[in-house]
């Protein structure tokens, strides 16, 4: 899909977006350079793509930033992606402050080193009583490992006695969950050309819009948030019901 003009669109903005960025490493390659220049060219996207969603009006914003599957890539890798973390949560929290951006951090943070986990919650405090945007960062975040907690959770309050299993429902669900809270994707955007969804909010995207671009993240503007936030408002959202 090639990148509309930039415009402003009457219609309502969606309340919130989901992106998988993707496309890193093929951009580093293409250009010869190593997967830790793409990674720190897509860690300076994150910033441009916040302050564009700011201003486009979206509430809510959340980025798959590490999966529970990146824990299988090369340790430099990993430890270089842990390197551009810490200096993000160590340097963006005035200008998230300054953009009234909230920072939440989604995923099983066990697996994260203390240093990162203390920056998170020092981020996440300094920054909760913003309101212009609730900026979600994925971290070692998987959709089925996230589902499996929520069934644990659940089963303990069953053994505990705190709940009968007829009482299990989807809010039951939805409120075990790391996005507790928080409503469900409008709009799922993918960039690189890959068109799966790669294990991320998988309950929560049920009926998300789904936007595949071709472009890869480090080249992400914009421009393609404007273009997909458009093709959104030309869908027709029916939620299971017939056309009429």
């Not at 929520?150 to 006695?161: D, K, S």
């Not at 009926?207 to 503007?221: Q, S």
Request: glycine share 10%.
């Amino acid at each position: 899909m090639e990148p509309a003009p930039s415009h402003a669109d009457p219609s309502p903005p969606p309340r919130h977006v989901a992106i998988i960025m993707d496309g890193n490493g093929r951009w580093a390659k293409a250009r010869g350079l190593p997967r830790s220049a793409g990674h720190k060219r897509g860690a300076e996207r994150v910033r441009r793509t916040v302050e564009a969603a700011r201003e486009l009006g979206i509430a809510y914003l959340t980025l798959y930033a590490f999966s529970s599957e990146n824990w299988k890539r090369p340790l430099g890798e990993v430890t270089d992606l842990m390197g551009l973390l810490r200096l993000y949560l160590r340097n963006e929290i005035a200008h998230l402050n300054k953009n009234g951006v909230r920072l939440r951090v989604i995923g099983d943070r066990g697996r994260l080193g203390r240093d990162i986990i203390s920056l998170i919650d020092h981020a996440e405090s300094a920054t909760g009583g913003n309101t212009a945007l609730t900026l979600n960062l994925a971290l070692s975040y998987g959709g089925r490992h996230e589902l499996v907690e929520a069934a644990r959770l659940l089963a303990a309050e069953v053994a505990a006695g705190r709940m009968e299993p007829a009482d299990i429902d989807e809010a039951a669900v939805a409120a075990r969950l790391y996005t507790a809270g928080m409503p469900d994707p409008d709009l799922v955007i993918r960039t690189s050309g890959e068109k799966r969804i790669s294990n991320f909010l998988l309950w929560q995207s049920a009926y998300a819009e789904l936007v595949f671009l071709d472009v890869l993240w480090p080249e992400f503007g914009r421009e393609h948030l404007e273009a997909a936030v458009q093709d959104f408002h030309r869908r027709e959202r029916r939620y299971g019901a017939s056309a009429g």
